[in-house]
């Protein structure tokens, strides 16, 4: 509810002397917002903690064979790596400013929070574009590769292989990556526009589109930090083999095999594996950048 008003004061929103919805929104943010979100940020943490004592370690079956393939280029590792920092640095700043007040004041005192607070959004201001720009990076060199196929649906049905023995089938990439790029890049763009529109407050958005935007933006954000941290796990201490090509840009043959059956095919019908010694002498030197990789054209 908003009473209006006349005012000689040209403006959005001038005319409006009490804002009740104003404070439903601080309210929400203050009470809900922070309470629940940090509840889903360390409950995810401690489901993660209990996943790795119960389950451990994923392990490939038949260990490593020390044989690789070329997965990711030098480019497509830049814009992982730019994205994830990017994404991060965000995550820590937001966090810093939702959770700061009950968890970080009474730990620093005043002074030291004020400072840490405003550089956090300082931060948080100015990196923001940058998070718009590597998700469009992003979006442009891996969108073809996450298209879903039919034989998505067995890794689905198999639980992603989390879930008992079974073998859950995979392309270039498996459903689950598939589902967390999609996730990453549609709620990346419903966070993205909706900071932008926090942080310009000049184009005549009133006080509701404001505090909209910042409730979108902060659940938008919430989601995605929750999931990025089962990714982060997955990708690397969750799963013997998985870190090895956002490192180096190669992968063993026998975790190809085992977590993307359909590539490693490829990868085996095509004589793209290359032997211990090329592998350690291409580490060694620069790795080739124009080596062939089987695209997602050829695994279809
Ligand atoms: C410590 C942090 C991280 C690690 C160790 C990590 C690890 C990995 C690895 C190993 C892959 C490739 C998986 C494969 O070869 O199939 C990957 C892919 C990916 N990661 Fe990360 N990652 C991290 C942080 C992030 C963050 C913060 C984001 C974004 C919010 C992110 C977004 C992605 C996306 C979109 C892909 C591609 C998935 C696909 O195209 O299906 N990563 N990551
Ligand atoms: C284009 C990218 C982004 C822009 C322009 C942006 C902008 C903003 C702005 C202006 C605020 C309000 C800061 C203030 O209180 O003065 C904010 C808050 C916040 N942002 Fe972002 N942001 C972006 C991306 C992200 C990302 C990727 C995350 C999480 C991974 C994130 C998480 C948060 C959180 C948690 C808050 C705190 C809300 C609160 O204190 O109530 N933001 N953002």
């Not at 991060?88 to 966090?95: D, Y």
């Not at 201001?125 to 196929?149: H, K």
Request: hydrophobic letters at 45%; charged letters at 15%.
């Amino acid at each position: 509810m908003q009473s209006s008003g006349i005012s000689q004061v040209k403006g959005v929103d001038s005319g409006i002397l009490i804002n009740a919805q104003g404070d439903q929104w601080a309210r929400f943010r203050m009470e809900q917002l922070s309470t629940y979100g940090g509840i889903a940020i360390a409950g995810i943490f401690a489901l993660i903690v209990l996943f790795y004592v119960v389950r451990g370690r994923i392990p490939i079956e038949g260990g490593l064979s020390g044989q690789m393939v070329r997965r990711f280029s030098d480019y497509e590792r830049i814009v992982h790596w730019t994205l994830a920092i990017v994404f991060l640095f965000l995550a820590i700043t937001g966090l810093i400013l939702l959770l700061g007040r009950p968890l970080l004041l009474p730990l620093f005192g005043k002074d030291a929070f004020s400072l840490l607070a405003s550089a956090s959004k300082e931060g948080h201001n100015l990196f923001g574009p940058l998070f718009l720009v590597s998700l469009i990076m992003m979006l442009i060199s891996f969108a073809r590769r996450n298209i879903y196929e039919r034989g998505d649906m067995t890794w689905l049905l198999k639980g992603g292989g989390l879930i008992g023995d079974g073998h859950a089938s995979g392309g270039f990439f498996n459903m689950g990556e598939k589902t967390w790029y999609w996730m990453v890049i549609l709620i990346g763009l419903v966070i993205a526009i909706s900071g932008l529109i926090l942080v310009s407050p000049n184009f005549g958005q009133g006080r509701m589109i404001m505090g909209l935007s910042h409730v979108v933006h902060t659940i938008g954000a919430l989601i995605l930090m929750t999931v990025s941290i089962g990714h982060m796990y997955l990708g690397s201490i969750g799963s013997e083999g998985a870190l090895e090509g956002m490192k180096t840009g190669y992968v063993d043959i026998n975790w190809a095999d085992a977590h993307h059956d359909r590539w490693g095919k490829v990868c085996h019908e095509e004589n793209l594996i290359i032997s211990a010694e090329e592998y350690a002498r291409l580490q060694g030197e620069k790795p080739d950048v124009t080596a062939e990789m089987a695209t997602t054209e050829q695994v279809k």
